[in-house]
Structures are given as C-alpha cells and as structure tokens.
C-alpha cells in the first residue's frame, strides 16, 4: 500500500473520508461536499442518530452522484480540539479498518479546514493507517479474493504536502520496524530458529548496520554457559546477534538494547502442557523489538550510538537437555542451579545482559523479554512491566510510553526479593520455588548480572501477541516496545 500527501482535491475517486464534529457538525471539507451534493452528507447524518461526531465513530454512505469519488466515510473528530500525535494516529487506524472492510482499492483522507491541519496531523494519521494496514498471510494459500485486502492507494490531503512528508519519512521508517517486528515474532518456530532469525537480523546491514552473529563455539569460549545450557537440548544451534548503529559521536558511549530470543519454549524437561503451547513461538518477542527497533532508529539514521544484542535458542527436551538440578557457569562467573527449565528466559539474558556491559559498557541498557507468565496475569495485554535500578531512566521510559500509547508500569525491586533465588549449592538458583512475585523474582535474577549499569526490564509477556484486533494493529503480534523505545532514544538520546 502506498501512502502520498496531496493539497486537498475533492473530486478524488474511490473513498472520500472527510471530518464530522461532535453534533453532527461538519467540518469545512465536509461542507464544501455538502454543498457540492444538494445536502446529501447532512442528510446521512441525521439518518444514522448514533452517529454523532464522536471521535474515532465512522459511518460510510455512497457517495452522491455529483462526486466522482463512489463511496464517503464519515469519521468523528470529537470538537476537533487537542488532537495529539497518538489521537491522530489511532483515527488513521479506525479509518484503516473501515476501508479495508469495505475492500476499497483507493481512497482519499480530507479532514482540513480545523486546527488539526498540521503537518503533524496529517503525517501521523498516516502513520496510524499504515499501523492498521499490517497482514502477516504469506501461508495462507487459499485466501478468497474478499478476504485478501484491495486497499492500494491512499492519499492524505493535507495544506502542508512537504511539511506532512518530511516527517512522515521518518515515522515510515519507525513503522517499517513495527512491521519487521511483527512478522518475525508471527513466523512459525519451524521456519525461524536461532540460525535463521540471525540471517535475517544479517540482511539489516543493507540499512548500514553492522551486524555479528556469534555461534556456540564462540560463546562457549566467551563462558557463556547459561545461555548455552538452554539451548543444549536442541537440533538447532543457539546464536547470540549483535547489531550496531553508530549515528552519534565517535566515541560516545551507547545506549543498548538485549532481548529474549527464545525461537521456541517447551519448557524443556520441565516440560509446558500441550494447551496453548503453539503461543511460545512468540517466546522471542525481546529480541523482535531489538531487532525491529534498530532496523528503525537505522532507517531514520538516528543521530545516537545504539547497541542491539539478542540472544537466540530453542528450548527443548532431549536426552541431551538440561535437567533440573543441573548447574551452570555464567560469563560472569556466577554460578546457576537450574531448578526449573522452563525459566529459561533469564538464563538466556543472563549472559546476554553481562557481555553487553562487558564488551560496549553502555550509558543505559533496557532489555525486553517475554519473561514471565505471572506478567500477564498482573497487567493483563495492555501494560507491560517495567523493572529498573534508576528513577530517572523509569520516567523516561514511562512518559515514551504514555506519548505513543505502548504504557509500561513500575514494580519495585528489593534485597527481600533478590534473596529469595540464593542456592544452598550455587551462587543462585533460577526459580524462588514459590509462585509469590513471580515477575520481580526474574527481575532481581537479571539484576545480579548487570553490574551499577542503568537499566531497565520490560517484561513482555502480555503485550508481544493480542488475541484481539487495536486501532493501530490487527490481532496477532504487536510489535510492543518498537515505538516506545525508538520515542525514548529521540527524545533522551538525539537531543
Ligand atoms: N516464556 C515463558 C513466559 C510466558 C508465558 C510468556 C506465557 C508469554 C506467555 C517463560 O519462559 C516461562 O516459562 N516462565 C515461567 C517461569 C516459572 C517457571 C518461574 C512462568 O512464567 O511460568
Ligand atoms: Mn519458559
Ligand atoms: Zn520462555
């Protein structure tokens, strides 16, 4: 689908979407259709009572002959007022799935006339409709033509083409890495395991990334034995992938980013239950957002030095896998007891989270892991946990979140928590062995590996995969995190 910027041009083809107001009043493009058409828009209006201009309600009626465009759709604007980035954003997402409903082949968006006329407006709202557009359907091989989506023109008219263009640029980049992360958390853990996800990571140099991919044999002589012991049980070797974008000064000290690259998680020999185990092919969602993020802070050439690191296994039962009991050496020297295998996300960043303070010592480091099934169940799929030794990086994370509508919420770490892993037998064991604070307990397991750097977890459980369709994504993977933290490095790193 291909999305342009146009001065405003009524008598565009296909769908015409113009603004209605709370009350039903229209908006200055609406009325010059109005005019133009005998009073057929009001009359739509005042046919369909529920319809009331509310923001983000959409109504679609044919288009009266005197147009050439076939069909109008009528989108509330609220009073018009206070409508932000993210409002605008979410309104091209509900106009998105109007036209893909209807199967429209091109359509024209026109809310001028208000004070939403910015360049910001417009290039936003095309940011919201590209979001919405997202399709993950390259199995399906008996789609019917109603189901596969028409939608291939668009056209946001806006008083400001090369403003609304500049910045669009820039946020179609930031959605491209959406996208990316979209499809490889959706791919099948048969077609992307640790090697492959790594070829792809690879094909980000094109974006003028450096990109190294270290196998077990390298990571085995780095000492990383608790990222290793997970992976030891499958027929796919583990890899580590390190990405590197250096947009900032030469020298600088990054900022980095290390996800959970868990290709596919049984549990291992704490084996999971068959129900609703097809779910932990999205078990690498961390790494995704790594990935898709710097695909997008590359894309836009961030003005920022950013590490990206992920660490990629499979985790599975074996005669070679590891058992519960078994006790691994970290990087770090720090000593594991493996209670449970299938806390295995932990163990994977252990090492991923020491080596990226080893090699890059970075300013701040935030890592991303599907970590915790008690996450879900504390904030549900709408809010993702966040978890950090500095107040100062927690407010960032916090208000980049609130301003692009990715919300994260604090939970506290302390000395009560962290002792409840100490081992009778090894510096730590993986588990507390008991169910209470499940998702700080694997918080305070990450912390002992990552020195007096500042760093934040986010734990993604809930919000990698939505079994329901949002304004800005289909149902399916979400790409939580890309947009939150490319918002965070803008804002507290580019400045
Ligand atoms: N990948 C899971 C967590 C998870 C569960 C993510 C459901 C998304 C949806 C993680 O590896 C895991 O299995 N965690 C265990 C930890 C427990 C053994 C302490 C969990 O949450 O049950
Ligand atoms: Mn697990
Ligand atoms: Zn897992």
Redesign the pocket.
Known sequence: MKIAFSAPKPEAAGALVVGVLEKGRLTPSATALDEASGGALTKAVKGAPRFTGKLEQIQNMPAPTSLKADTVILVGLGNGKGIDAQKAQRLGGVIAAKLLALGVKEATVDLNGMESDSAEFAANLAAGLRLRSYRFDKYRTKQKPEDKPALKKLTVATPDQKGAKKLFDDLDRVVDGVFLTRDLVSEPPNVLYPDSFAERAKELEKLGLEIEVLDAKQMKKLGMGALLGVGQGSQHESRLVVMQWKGGKKGDAPVAFVGKG?TF?T?GI?L?PGQ?MW??K??MGGAGVVTGLMAALAGRKAKANVVGVIGLVE?MPDGNAQRPGDIVTSMSGQTIEVW?T????RLVLADALWYTIDRFKPKAMVDLA???????IALGEVTAGLFSNDDALSDQLMAAGRAVGEPVWRFPLADEYDRMIDSDVADMK???GS?SA?SI??AQFLQRFVKDTKWAHLDI??V??SGKTTPLAPKGGTGFGVRLLERWVAEAHEK
Not at 342 to 345: F, H, R, S
Not at 370 to 376: E, P, R
């Open positions: 868990v998680d549990g704490s999971k609703g779910d932990m999205w078990d985790n449970n299938d806390a295995e996300g599907t970590l915790t099934g008690a996450m879900i993986n588990i507390a169910r499940g307990v694997a459980a809930g990698t995969w």
